[in-house]
């Protein structure tokens, strides 16, 4: 087996409290989402402000290879879809959840074999309820994880499909997404345990209505645990994109660890977002959180309280969170989140075998983490090709000496570029008292 040996990169210490505004690149989740609907649409599109990172950045290069124009505007965040006649080709996933979940259906729909692979480690990451659930409306597809293969026909039925969706809602987003072009829609019903991240559900049935789509789900009076697609033309719309709140999760934790004050503006005052929910999170552990207009300002307290929460719903946050709790002075309990164990790693196993490695005290339980204080001590922190899991490591590193984050660049998997904006941020205000802009 091939050896890689990955970077590592001093986590910069903050020797004063971190004092900063900053400015956040687009949601991943929203431009994903966007990307999609602008190549079934049926006109040309626009994005503004789309995040450009590995994530999306593949996204672009599978609808440009099944068929869709993507042109940059006057910059990188702004661009042009124009939807084309869906043909058949190779697309690379990488490690992204979106982009492996939410292109099968659309693969479905073009003329011609479609082959899906990517990351070694996403091999690994649960597919086969979403690739069932295309065979079941009409899809030929081979194999249930990647790499696999869809042999696209030109059209897909639809119709009625009942799914187990506890491991991701990006099952169900994923089939919602295109169904409009399906010759019948889709009725996506729901049998198991409770489907976490609901909130990015919500974001695709937003989404899906401002491209007029028809959609009913539970909340707009349709069956528990259902929703419905009806066929139709999907509209092309001029998507404006919020910035991505959960990588602005970390940069507010650098305030709630120092002691500082750190600034998000363009904050949307609602949002389906689930990095929203990072305001009750901090307040609730004893930080300042202030929405003045549009912008967030979280400023941190001598020293934080343990939390007690479900985050069933917002698991996207639980890297974060569990940093914060391990340099919290009481108790901490996470739960709701036994998904986690499918995201880009066991985020679980990595989150309490790296923190315990500092000398901290996590346990796994069956559904999320007991995090118990400790004094933590430096250390080489693995991120496992895990974005989050780098900037949990880096939260850790503004506080305790010489931590070292072994392959920082997975962070552009959402925001590249993110060391270098983390270390500007540590490091400019020191010494000179006023809040700096990045
Ligand atoms: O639909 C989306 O954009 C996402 C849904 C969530 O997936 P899960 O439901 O698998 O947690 C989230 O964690 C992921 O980062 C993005
Ligand atoms: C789970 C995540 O990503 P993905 O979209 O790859 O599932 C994440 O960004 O936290």
């Excluded at 404006?240 to 507010?252: G, Q, V, Y």
């Amino acid at each position: 087996m091939e050896t890689v040996s990955l970077s590592l990169w001093k986590a910069p210490r903050a020797e004063e409290p971190v004092v900063a505004t900053v400015v956040l690149p687009g949601s991943k989740s929203i431009t994903n989402r966007a990307l999609i609907l602008a190549a079934l649409a049926q006109g040309p599109s626009t994005l503004r402000g789309a995040l450009r990172s590995r994530d999306t950045d593949l996204m672009i290069d599978a609808l440009r290879t099944l068929g869709t124009t993507v042109e940059e505007q006057d910059d990188t965040t702004t661009l042009e879809v124009t939807p084309g006649p869906l043909r058949g080709g190779s697309v690379e996933c990488g490690l992204a959840g979106t982009v492996m979940r939410f292109l099968p259906p659309v693969a479905a729909l073009a003329s011609g074999t479609v082959r899906f692979d990517g990351d070694e480690q996403a091999r690994t990451r649960p597919l086969g309820t979403i690739l069932d659930a295309l065979r079941s409306l009409g899809a030929d597809i081979d194999g249930n994880a990647l790499p696999f293969t869809v042999e696209g026909r030109g059209s897909l039925r639809g119709g009625h499909v009942t799914i187990d969706a506890s491991g991701s809602s990006q099952f169900v987003s994923g089939l919602l997404l295109s169904a409009a072009a399906f010759d019948e829609g889709v009725t996506v019903h729901h049998d198991g345990k409770s489907v976490p991240s609901m909130p990015h559900i919500e974001m695709t049935v937003e989404m899906l209505r401002a491209a007029g789509v028809a959609v009913s789900t539970p909340a707009s009076g349709g069956d528990a645990d259902t929703w419905r697609v009806s066929p139709g033309v999907i509209r092309a719309v001029d998507w404006a994109i919020e910035p991505d709140l959960s990588n602005a999760t970390a940069f507010l934790a650098a305030a709630a660890v120092t002691s500082g004050e750190v600034t998000v503006p363009r904050w949307p005052g609602r949002t389906t977002q689930p990095g929203d929910a990072i305001r009750e999170i901090l307040l609730a552990m004893g930080a300042q959180v202030r929405l003045d207009g549009d912008e967030l300002t979280v400023t941190g307290p001598g020293t934080l309280t343990g939390i007690d929460i479900d985050l069933h719903d917002v698991g996207e946050l639980t890297p974060t969170v569990a940093a914060l709790a391990a340099l919290a002075e009481g108790p901490s309990h996470l739960r709701g989140i036994a998904h986690l164990r499918g995201h880009e790693t066991d985020r679980l196993a990595a989150l309490s075998t790296e923190i315990n490695a500092l000398g901290g005290n996590v346990t796994e339980t069956e559904d999320g983490l007991t995090i118990a204080p400790t004094t933590l001590h430096g250390g080489t922190w693995h991120s496992y090709a895990d974005h989050r899991m780098a900037t949990a490591g880096a939260i850790i590193g503004l506080v305790v000496d010489d931590m070292t984050i072994e392959d920082v660049g997975t962070t552009a998997k959402t925001l590249p570029g993110f060391e270098n904006l983390w270390a500007a941020m540590v490091t400019a205000a020191a010494g000179t008292g006023r809040k700096a802009s990045f």
